[in-house]
């Protein structure tokens, strides 16, 4: 399998706190790549780091062969990693539709002139962004809700449109920030179809998550950041009985 | 795509009516009220282009009038004895926008990463900084003439005959509005349906996820804020050339807020709202200009309050009863009345 991203040695500082400390790990194109750790571990803050969120303070990413960029987050979603957030964060007053048509914003291309004088171009644009929109929200299974608010939404239908937005941009790497965080057990398993349906596609998915049962059933390969610097990279079966896991979740001395 | 008979049927009617409107006002009460129709539509104009930049990328802009300044003037100076010269209308007003679009992006520049309250006191600065250069830049090089501002600007339209009958210039200036407010409407209804336009109501409605999407937030805001303030700067040329005067006077915070008063009274990023807003916030001071004097008389034999200061106190509390009944405006848009509906 081919390494679709590989970040070197991350650094991130807040102040003196050392948020991530010389991470590095590997994604290889195809993969279900799950990043787990007791709260505070830095999860989130790689994430923000390699979307271009936080500005990082040492190491270096490669991303499907290229340097990336991460100077700012639309550049990132342009190189084609695209994210959703732990705490959702959809255009609220917009529709269902209209959030995930955002998300094609970067993949088309009318400018003011064409917009203003409505070009036969711009209109078959227009058409193809709300298509494709539609067929995103079927995808992810909501596409009766395409005329609701987003935050009239169900929790479990924001989360789906989250995703839906996510792969409007078409990226190589889907990025999950606690995707099942509040889920019941129903939506989590259909959350679980979606992610598997997300990567049978050709999308690679880097998840985030607490559900330890969701992340041990469907990821390939699992990383374990504790207190901001990676314990742990293997398989799951072989990540779960880690020493320094157990300890960092149970806190079991690591010498026994 | 092809309209239907129906909406032809009404763009035609609303056609004929803006057609014959000046007449019925005029020979029903007169021409100042032609007058004030101008004025109407100039706000509308005015009003379209700062809802751009408040009511669809959500950025509260505090110094709106500095581009109507900046229009306002480039008219005056290319079209007065000032500096001696006499360009036409339809050479000044597009450098007018240009110009105006210029100054919004130096507006909107430094300003990228500000919101709320942090913007409106910066653009609440910008608008006073463009005020004050007007007011100064008549030495050492005499520039805009201070504060005694620019007379004897060219008239946009001269009173012509028809088959023998007068027809004012009022008249002319209201088609002349009118055909530039339709076009204005068109262009940001058009936006608004746009990419362009869902990345502004994206970045209204977070910013963060805006980017993430994909969307060039600096760009786009810069288009916000370009676009906005060329509609203020073709405002402006034709508030300069309908005025035939110009001073720094008729741009001060006041005419900001005024402004903003109409498209958050009007319905913060609808369209209808904001026409609606400004006509009623143009017309409604006037009425009570014109009758409030004479009504108090009708009633109480004398007058007890000026009309003037009346008309303040009117539109104050018109103000606070709207955003208590209606909060949303008078004409909320489609996104903010589910809300409303959802919260009531």
Not at chain 1, 2 to 16: D, R
Not at chain 1, 59 to 70: A, K, T, Y
Not at chain 2, 264 to 274: A, D
Not at chain 2, 286 to 295: I, K
Request: charged share 15%; aromatic share 8%.
């Amino acid at each position: 399998m081919t390494v679709l991203l590989s970040a070197t040695n991350i650094a991130k500082y807040f102040g003196g706190i050392r948020a991530l400390k010389d991470v590095s790990l590997t994604i290889k194109a195809g993969e279900i790549y799950g990043l787990i750790g007791p709260n505070g571990a830095g999860k989130t803050t790689f994430f923000n780091v390699i979307t271009g969120l936080y500005p990082r303070d040492g190491g270096d990413i490669v991303f499907d062969g290229r340097p990336l960029h991460v100077d700012s987050p639309h550049e990132v979603t342009k190189a084609g990693i695209a994210r959703t957030f732990q705490n959702i964060r959809l255009f609220a007053e917009m529709s269902a539709l209209e959030n995930v048509m955002v998300g094609r914003h970067l993949r088309s291309k009318g400018s003011v002139l064409g917009a203003v004088l409505r070009t036969p171009a711009v209109r078959a644009e227009e058409a193809a962004i709300k298509a494709k929109a539609m067929d995103l929200l079927a995808y992810v299974g909501i596409a009766a809700k395409a005329e609701v608010r987003a935050a009239s939404l169900s929790y479990g239908d924001q989360r789906r449109l989250e995703i839906a937005r996510a792969l409007a941009t078409e990226p190589k790497l889907l990025a999950l920030d606690e995707p099942a965080a509040g889920m019941n057990a129903t939506e989590t398993a259909a959350l679980r179809a979606l992610i598997e349906k997300v990567r049978a596609d050709g999308t690679s998915v880097l998840l985030i998550e607490h559900d330890v049962k969701l992340i041990m059933g469907l990821c390939d390969r699992v990383a374990v950041l504790d207190y901001g610097e990676k314990i742990a990279e293997d398989v799951p079966a072989v990540v779960q009985k880690d020493p320094r896991v157990v300890s960092a979740y149970l806190g079991v001395p690591y010498e026994q | 795509m092809l309209l239907n008979k129906s909406p032809r049927i009404g763009i035609a009617l609303i056609g004929i009516a803006l057609a014959i409107l000046p007449f019925l006002i005029g020979m029903s009460f007169g021409n100042a009220w032609i007058r004030m129709l101008d004025f109407a539509l100039l706000y509308i104009m005015l009003a379209l282009g700062l809802n751009i930049v408040v009511g669809f990328a959500g950025l509260l802009d505090l110094g709106y009038i500095a581009f109507y300044a900046v229009g306002a003037y480039i008219y005056a100076l290319l079209a007065s004895p000032h500096f001696g010269l006499h360009w036409p209308l339809w050479a000044i007003l597009p450098v007018g926008a240009l110009v105006a679009g210029v100054f919004g992006m130096l507006l909107g520049a430094p300003t990228l990463r500000l919101r709320g309250d942090y913007l409106a006191i910066v653009t609440l600065g910008f608008g006073e900084i463009i005020r004050i250069f007007l007011n100064n830049l008549n030495a050492p090089v005499n520039i805009t003439n201070g504060p005694k501002g620019i007379a004897g600007i060219d008239p946009l339209a001269k009173s012509i005959e028809i088959f023998g009958y007068q027809l004012h210039s009022l008249y002319l200036i209201y088609y002349l509005f009118v055909a530039l407010a339709v076009l204005i409407i068109v262009v940001t209804l058009r936006l608004e349906n746009s990419r362009l336009g869902r990345a502004w109501v994206a970045i209204r409605e977070d910013e963060i996820a805006a980017k993430a999407c994909g969307i060039n937030t600096r760009n786009v805001k810069l288009l916000a804020f370009a676009l906005g303030a060329s509609f203020g700067g073709v405002a402006g040329g034709l508030f300069a050339g309908f005025q035939q005067f110009v001073s720094p006077e008729s741009f001060g915070l006041f005419e900001s807020i005024m402004v903003l008063c109409m498209v958050v009274l009007g319905g913060m990023g609808n369209i209808p709202g904001v026409i609606l807003g400004a006509v009623v916030l143009t017309v409604l001071p006037e009425l009570f200009r014109h009758w409030a004097g004479p009504m108090q008389v009708a009633l109480f034999g004398q007058t007890y309050i000026d009309p003037e200061s009346m008309r303040l106190l009117l539109f104050g509390i018109a103000l606070i009863l709207v955003m208590r009944f209606r909060p949303m405006g008078l004409l909320p848009s489609a996104r903010r009345k589910a809300e409303l509906v959802e919260h009531a």
